[in-house]
């Protein structure tokens, strides 16, 4: 084999920011399953690109790549997913990384600039991604100018967990032509800005002058299989026919996207490449047809279909392909993902449901096949043939569209749990040709998602064909009926129950005829035609900024907000790999609950390049890395189960199986052999968890305590009512998963980890390895988001790497990939609540007892019932209450912390009270909640940390006034009861929630800092007991010592966290870490200029400079700790806030938006209202998954977890947030109790969150009382479009005229 690109080379060329590389098939150490990030991340040392699902479902991986056009030779550029990119596909590409676009030596772009300045980083971890998608876009445009529009549809790719979106798409959108103009304010602002951190260069993107047309070429790599890359179709047959003499299993590579849907099906001995065949990619339309090539990618056929439809009599209908195709998968993966690839999927999985496959069989689309021996040659078929056709080494060449009159109607749907990014629950297509109102022959009827052999709703098509007069009801109810028949969905959680998706069926007929004869529906049915619209998300923000040339109290950037915008910011899976470093991938149980009985490595260990099977024998100390904890409730959590115990449930650490690299250690993985052994059926339910505790009399010892208050005699009980709630669990989602890296060293071990809390992941490491906590350094630079998932799970996988890495004396690494960080560790705990309220007849509670159990995992050790018992009085008088929190446990991973833990249902379960309570009395909820208003002097609720008074005003009064103007209360929700009035199937439903949060130090508030003062430069070092994880930390404890010292923020830097300088430090969680670390850098900053004044006294009008030379001079210490503590007698106080959310469903699919969303929140005196408002709006998106779109699933037979990727879970995404959101700071608060005047942010919106559930709710009982159901009900989150159809009581007998 030769080098070069020939026909057979060895060395595939491609160029990596302007960078030539040149992979050799022989040496390089590159095979077939090698993804492009893994090259830009490992071989080109390029740690800016992050990586996380590997499935195209996060974005965190988009780079920008320049190819040419194989059918016209035109250059294209465009974002992909560099996850799911092989290496060998790159041949002739320009990729361009986030270093390609500046850096801080030689400036920033405009588009990192802008982001850092409109605050759109957090923790970073997304942020390259988003960066590069933008970037991908601009470069993708002519002169690089984009539109607002093409703004907001370009992120359905990436998720921020941290933001909520909204200042990442402003910040974008103040670059598109037409930005709005308080978007150019804003950037004149910043552009004024002196404080700016980023320099500056101006950047359009680079030109495509790097690209080259492919060549024909055939490699044989190192581990024998074949890579051919083909630009005509000879060659593709040929490499057939010799795959096939050779006996290899061979793959078509197209966009290779659906290694995102299928993970595990490679690896394959031939791979054929056939991004370079220009028949693949022509697109072409004439008189008759429409033709696209089979390898033309979704991104070029929606553009290419928006295009026809409107110049192309004939092919208007295209129009809607076009658009439904800009639903599937998000932006960087149709980018890449072509329709012959889409449909090869349905091909080999029916029960995919392929929305390509649905619109093109609907449309009457026929497929031309092509194969080497010319038996199909160029034979057109029709989809269904299609599905029966043996495509073995044959290719999709071409997809041929007809043309079709404007009598024919073309309808498609897709009904999903998230708007954007989400695979169908249902999908449907609908052609009907409608003349004079009746239909004029056999319509296509289409379904995707039923079962695997359904696609036409064939009876139903012929019934219509029939009887045709779709403008009668009577026709519309029997062909209902006749669906109803056909349509067998089959039912495989997670996906939707088959109830609803046989109702979608009928409705979204239903909603097709609607829209063909929209004149016969009379007005209030007329609404369930069209789909949800949603325009242009905007939102304003509202806070004070300090005028004065104070360095606090303004919005600055965010102190590491250009780093992490350049891939420049450092997280521990950047740290780069040491020669003699292994990668561990942990090996999991695959049952739910019984006995361990054998492990068996040696097919596994037989591997090259695997080193080790770390089990629970290797732990010399002990096998529990939560021995180290403050809760009562304590119970071991093994690090790894032993053989001859207990496996608590699917997905517990077995193992950690050594190998050289991270691909050889997950391959091996595969091979591990476990056997159990008295395997039982897992609980994995709260409700059955209850259930087998009550029935084994058991109950009382569940509860952890019994909270209870005086009543108030005043109140005259006459009404009881009684109810319940069920909350689900949330995953974290942080973007960067966790991970770590343990280095062995002469006195102990350095640990890498990405931890909230150091002193319990130390504290443990040292009981599981049975060394001194002295022997431990763990450092953590930043986190890539934590959200509390970061708090105790980290123990456990420092403690295996830790034991792996001292049993084979070498470094280990570990990080996890989504599916293990979900399956193996905890989430928010599943709630069940359950209450009987007694009031009087204006809504005031008299009495109240409440049970509240959290179902814990298999252990209590995080039960937080606790915390929402403590947290359930919120703004009310609580009077005459007892409340029992208590655990269940179920055959789960232990749940943990997840923002605002256990406070978010305590305040849920309370606001449902007074729903409750209003809507049995027939009154507004605002006017029940007033009359509850806890009032200066009122007792709390005594709980395990005291009680005591309430001793300051309620400020809830004051918002309330603030939110009627400011949110237009009253004309908002006179106008969602006419809507709901003039609409029948579509409805609103609007929510006030208030929200009071304790903040106090129960738990400690010990967070050292220390400060260092360079004499040379007088340049400030600063590091404390703090973790920076995308809450703005930093950016904080930055402004306090700018301020404190009267020095520009630039002579400052933070240093990494450590357990040396931030020894005993408490957890950094729940809201109160930057508050401390401000308040200790304060002191310490105090401390030295105690020290500085005799100096400062003998000097005439000294610069900074100056001064700290003479103070060194004079041998003055110029380095100063300090550890906050009860000497201090840090003050509690309450954090005020105010919700009020308006949304839209549409009963006929379950889908809805939110509407609008304003937020009032009180900081106090924010310290740095840039990063408040940030943990504001991004907590409150946090909130708003957790009641909306995010389920998880467990098989209730295995106990495995069924929503373990990004697949199946779904957090929000940039068109789930509010179309509107406004956000202010409450004016003129200042804390007298707080640190600097300012309040804690980040946790207290959370809880105010659950106004998105009860406007749900609202909107849901708007629909119901349609049907007569006048009834309140039980409502368990989340609220999926699923629940919501549930709840709407809608039947096919509804869908009339
Ligand atoms: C995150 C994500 C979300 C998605 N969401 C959706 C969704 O909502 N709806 C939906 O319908 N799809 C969805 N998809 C699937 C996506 O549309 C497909 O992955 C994509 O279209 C496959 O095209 P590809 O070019 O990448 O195929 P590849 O992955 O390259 O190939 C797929 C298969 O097709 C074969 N193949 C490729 N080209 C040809 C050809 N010309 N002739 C014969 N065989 C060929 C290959 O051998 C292989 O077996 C999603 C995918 C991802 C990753
Ligand atoms: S890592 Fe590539 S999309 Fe998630
Ligand atoms: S800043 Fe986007 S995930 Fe953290």
Redesign the pocket.
């Known amino acids: 084999m030769g080098k070069g690109s020939g026909s057979n080379a060895s060395t595939i060329s491609f160029t990596i920011n302007g960078k030539e590389y040149h992979v050799d098939a022989n040496t390089s150490n590159v095979n077939s399953e090698t993804m492009l990030v893994d090259f830009i991340r490992d071989h080109a040392s390029l740690k800016g690109t992050k990586v996380m699902c590997r499935?195209?479902?996060c974005g965190a991986c988009v780079v920008t790549v320049r190819t040419k056009d194989a059918a016209i030779g035109a250059d294209v550029t465009k974002g992909i997913?560099s996850c799911?990119t092989p290496v060998y596909s790159c041949q002739g590409w320009d990729i361009s990384t986030v270093e390609d676009l500046g850096n801080k030596d030689v400036g920033y772009d405009v588009i990192q600039n802008r982001l850092v300045n409109f605050h759109g980083t957090q923790c970073g971890y997304c942020t390259p991604g988003m960066i590069m998608s933008m970037n991908s876009l601009r470069e993708s445009k002519k002169d690089g100018l984009v539109t607002v529009k093409e703004v907001e549809d370009n992120f359905d790719?990436n998720i921020c967990r941290c933001t909520g979106y909204r200042p990442i798409l402003d910040a974008f959108k103040s670059l598109a032509v037409d930005a709005l103009e308080d978007l150019k304010r804003k950037c004149d602002d910043i552009e004024d800005c002196a404080s700016c951190p980023c320099p500056m260069r101006q950047g359009q993107g680079r030109k495509c002058d790097k690209a080259k047309p492919k060549e024909n070429s055939t490699i044989v790599l190192a581990n024998g299989s074949v890579w051919t890359t083909a630009v005509d179709l000879k060659v593709v047959f040929q490499a057939i026919k010799q795959s096939n003499s050779d006996g290899k299993r061979m793959?078509?590579?197209?966009?290779?996207?659906?290694?995102?849907?299928y993970k595990h099906e490679g690896p394959y001995s031939s791979y054929i490449e056939?991004n370079g065949i220009p028949e693949?990619k022509q697109k072409k339309v004439d008189s008759c047809e429409v033709l696209l090539g089979?390898?033309v990618?979704?991104t070029a056929a929606i553009a290419f279909f928006a295009d026809v439809a409107k110049t192309k009599a004939g092919f208007e209908y295209v129009a809607q392909i076009s658009k439904h195709m800009e639903?599937?998968?998000?932006v960087p993966?149709?980018n890449?993902?072509?329709?012959?690839?889409?449909?090869?999927?349905k091909h080999?999985h029916h029960d995919?449901?392929?929305?390509?496959?649905v619109l093109l069989e609907t449309a009457g689309a026929k497929l031309t096949i092509a194969s080497s021996d010319c038996t199909i040659g160029m034979k057109l078929v029709t989809m269904m043939d299609f599905l029966k056709t043996d495509?073995n080494g044959?290719?999709?060449?071409s997809v041929h569209f007809p043309k079709r009159s404007t009598d024919y109607h073309f309808r498609s749907f897709?009904i999903?749990r998230r708007f954007q990014?989400?695979?169908?629950y249902v999908n449907a297509g609908f052609l009907l040709k409608v003349v004079d109102g009746k239909i004029a022959e056999q319509p296509r009827i289409c379904y995707g998602g039923i079962n695997p052999q359904f696609v036409h709703a064939t009876a139903t098509e012929e019934f219509l064909a029939k009887n045709p007069d779709i403008g009668n009801d009577q026709v519309l109810q029997n062909a209902f009926q006749i669906l109803d028949k056909e349509i067998k969905p089959d039912f495989h959680p997670p996906e939707a129950i088959p109830e609803y998706r046989k109702f979608l069926t009928q409705s979204l007929l239903y909603k097709t005829i609607l829209g063909i004869l929209p004149g016969k529906a009379s007005q209030h049915i007329k609404s369930g035609g069209p789909d949800i619209p949603r325009s242009i998300s905007k939102g304003t923000q509202v806070f004070e900024s300090d005028k004065s040339d104070s360095r606090l109290y303004k919005a600055m950037p965010k102190y590491e907000g250009a780093w992490q915008a350049s891939g420049e910011a450092e997280y521990t899976t950047d740290i780069p790999k040491r020669p003699d470093e292994l990668f561990g991938v942990f090996i999991l149980s695959t049952i739910g609950s019984g006995t361990l009985k054998s492990i068996d490595a040696t097919e596994a260990l037989a591997m090259p390049g695997v080193v080790q099977l770390i089990t629970a024998k290797d732990i010399k100390g002990k096998n529990n890395f939560m021995e180290f904890f403050f809760f009562p409730t304590a119970a071991p959590q093994p690090v790894f189960v032993n053989v001859g115990d207990k496996v608590s449930y699917h997905g517990q650490s077995i193992g950690l199986l050594l190998a050289e690299n991270r691909q050889i250690a997950v391959e091996a993985s595969r091979k591990v052999k476990v056997a159990y052994e008295g395997v039982t059926k897992p609980i994995v339910d709260i409700m059955d968890a209850i259930k087998n505790v009550e029935a084994a009399g058991l109950l009382p010892k569940h509860f952890i305590g019994t909270f209870t208050s005086e009543g108030d005699p005043s109140v005259s009980v006459n009404h009881t009512i009684s109810g319940d709630m069920k909350i689900g669990s949330q995953y974290h989602y942080f973007m960067e998963t966790l991970n770590c890296l343990c280095i062995p060293r002469e006195d102990g071990i350095d640990m890498h980890i990405p931890t909230q809390w150091m002193d319990h992941t130390q504290n443990n490491l040292a009981l599981v390895l049975g060394i001194p906590c002295s022997s431990i350094n763990i450092q953590v630079k930043r986190i890539g988001g934590g959200f509390g998932g970061k708090i105790t799970q980290p123990a456990h996988i420092a403690a295996a790497a830790a034991v792996a890495a001292t049993t084979v004396r070498q470094p280990v690494r570990i990080v996890l990939d989504i599916e293990t960080n979900m399956k193996m560790l905890g989430r928010r705990l599943p709630f069940y609540m359950k209450y009987e309220v007694g009031f009087n007849d204006v809504g005031k509670i008299g009495n109240l007892k409440t049970e509240i159990f959290c179902d814990a995992g298999f252990t209590p050790n995080e039960a937080d019932s606790i915390i929402a018992a403590m947290h359930m009085q919120n703004v009310y008088k609580a009077l005459g209450w007892e409340v029992k929190p208590g655990f269940v446990t179920t055959n789960t991973a232990t749940n943990t912390s997840v923002r605002a833990p256990g406070s978010v249902k305590g305040v849920a379960l309370i606001e449902n009270i007074m729903e409750h309570i209003a809507f049995y009395l027939k009154k507004e909820s605002l006017l029940v909640r007033q009359v509850n208003f806890i009032e200066k002097g009122d007792p709390f609720l005594p709980t395990f940390f005291g009680g005591g008074n309430f001793e300051e005003e309620n400020q809830i009064p004051r918002l309330v006034e603030e939110m009627k103007k400011s949110g237009d209360y009253e004309n908002r929700k006179k106008f969602v009861e006419t809507f709901n009035k003039e609409n029948r199937w579509k409805k609103r439903g609007l929510s006030l929630i208030p929200v009071k949060f304790h903040v106090g130090y129960e738990f400690g508030c010990n967070f050292p800092a220390m400060i260092a003062i360079y004499h040379f430069d007088g340049t400030v070092s600063c590091t404390h007991g703090g973790v920076e994880m995308g809450q703005g930390l930093q950016t904080k404890v930055l402004q306090t010592i700018a301020q404190s010292f009267q020095i520009p923020m630039d002579k400052i830097k933070l240093k990494p966290t450590n357990n040396f300088v931030g020894a005993n430090a408490f957890s950094s969680g729940g809201s109160i870490a930057s508050e401390v670390c401000c308040f200790a850098a304060l002191r310490a900053c105090e401390t030295i200029k105690e020290r500085l004044k005799p100096i400062l006294e003998k000097l005439e009008n000294p610069t900074w400079e100056q001064l700290i030379a003479a103070a060194h001079q004079a041998k003055i210490d110029l380095t100063a700790s300090y550890t906050p503590g009860p000497k201090d007698d840090l003050k509690e106080y309450e954090v005020w806030a105010l919700a009020l959310a308006e949304v839209e469903i549409d009963v006929l699919t379950g889908e809805y938006k939110v509407a609008r969303t304003d937020l009032i929140e009180d900081c106090g005196k924010s310290l740095s209202p840039g990063v408040d408002l940030g943990q504001i709006e991004g907590g409150y998106i946090f909130g708003q998954g957790m009641w909306t779109t995010e389920r998880i699933v467990h098989c209730k037979e295995t106990g495995e977890l069924l929503t373990n990727r990004?697949?199946e879970y779904k957090p929000p995404e940039t068109k789930d947030i509010p179309e509107d959101f406004r956000v202010s700071l409450l004016k003129d608060a200042p804390n007298p109790h707080g640190i600097l005047r300012s309040k804690a942010t980040g946790e207290p919106i959370l809880c105010a969150t659950v106004a998105v559930y009860f406007a749900l709710r609202n909107a849901i009982t708007a629909a119901r009382a349609d049907k007569g159901n006048t009834e309140w009900f039980k409502l368990d989150s989340p609220i999926t479009p699923e629940d919501v159809y549930q709840h709407c009581l809608t039947t096919s007998t509804d869908f009339k005229f």
């Not at 793959?251 to 849907?261: D, M």
């Not at 990014?421 to 169908?424: I, P």
Request: hydrophobic fraction near 45%; aromatic fraction near 6%; charge should be positive.
């Open positions: 499935e195209g479902g997913n799911m790719g793959r078509f590579v197209a966009g290779n996207t659906s290694t995102g849907v056939i693949l089979g390898g990618t979704l639903r599937i998968a998000n993966v149709r890449n993902a072509t329709i012959a690839g889409n449909l090869m999927i080999a995919f449901p392929s929305d390509v496959f495509m044959k290719l999709i060449l897709k999903t990014n989400a695979h169908a990004t697949w």
